[in-house]
């Protein structure tokens, strides 16, 4: 599939909140907060582009050494299809090419295709954060070291 990897752009934003909301219902981000995401974190924010058309995207933020994944979704008709990895394996190239320390995140406890994605890609949970989300669900903690030999570790 010939989907292309790029910096995301002003214009993306409008098709990224109406994904945020068939991704994440209640949970889903405003397009305030992607402009506040685009402002402050535009060097870890990409989408994936299928013919023109956002397709998928992640963001991220850099919090000191660390990084902090914020989103990610691909759109319902194109997962499975290797695009949700492509863009977390670049997330992390660049990460690891600034000299990052660890990556990390949250994922919903019951959400299993991107558990396995991110266990796939070496990430190890550490944690749980109880009541995270909006219907009073559960999420993971987890967390990706870029330094070798200390899988996990998220201190700086
Ligand atoms: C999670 C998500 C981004 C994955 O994107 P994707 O493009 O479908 O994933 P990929 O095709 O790159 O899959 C990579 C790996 O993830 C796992 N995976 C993906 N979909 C899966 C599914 N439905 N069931 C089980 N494992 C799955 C597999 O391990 C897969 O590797 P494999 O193909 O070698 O078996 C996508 O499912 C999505 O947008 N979900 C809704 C939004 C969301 O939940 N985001 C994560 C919030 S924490």
């Given at each position: 599939?010939?989907?292309?990897?790029?910096?995301?752009?002003?214009?993306?934003?409008?098709?990224?909140?109406?994904?945020?909301?068939?991704?994440f219902?209640p949970d889903?981000?405003?397009?305030?907060?992607?402009?506040?995401?685009?402002?402050?974190?535009?060097?870890?924010?990409?989408?994936?582009?299928?013919?023109?058309?956002?397709?998928?995207?992640?963001?991220?933020?850099?919090?000191?050494?660390?990084?902090?994944?914020?989103?990610?979704?691909?759109?319902?008709?194109?997962?499975?299809?290797?695009?949700?990895?492509?863009?977390?394996?670049?997330?992390?190239?660049?990460?690891?090419?600034?000299?990052?320390?660890?990556?990390?995140?949250?994922?919903?406890?019951?959400?299993?295709?991107?558990?396995?994605?991110?266990?796939?890609?070496?990430?190890?949970?550490?944690?749980?954060?109880?009541?995270?989300?909006n219907?009073?669900?559960?999420?993971?903690?987890?967390?990706?070291?870029?330094?070798?030999?200390?899988?996990?570790?998220?201190?700086?």
């Amino acid at each position: 599939m010939d989907v292309r990897l790029r910096r995301v752009e002003p214009g993306d934003l409008y098709y990224i909140v109406e994904l945020e909301e068939k991704a994440f219902g209640p949970d889903a981000f405003s397009l305030d907060y992607l402009f506040y995401l685009y402002n402050r974190c535009r060097d870890y924010f990409f989408v994936a582009d299928y013919k023109g058309l956002v397709v998928g995207y992640i963001v991220s933020c850099r919090e000191g050494s660390q990084l902090h994944v914020h989103s990610v979704a691909v759109v319902e008709e194109l997962r499975g299809r290797g695009i949700g990895r492509k863009l977390l394996e670049e997330t992390i190239r660049i990460a690891r090419e600034n000299g990052l320390k660890a990556v990390y995140l949250e994922v919903k406890t019951t959400n299993t295709p991107a558990l396995r994605l991110y266990e796939k890609l070496g990430f190890k949970r550490i944690g749980v954060k109880e009541k995270y989300y909006n219907d009073g669900s559960d999420a993971y903690l987890y967390a990706l070291s870029l330094e070798e030999n200390t899988p996990g570790n998220l201190q700086s």
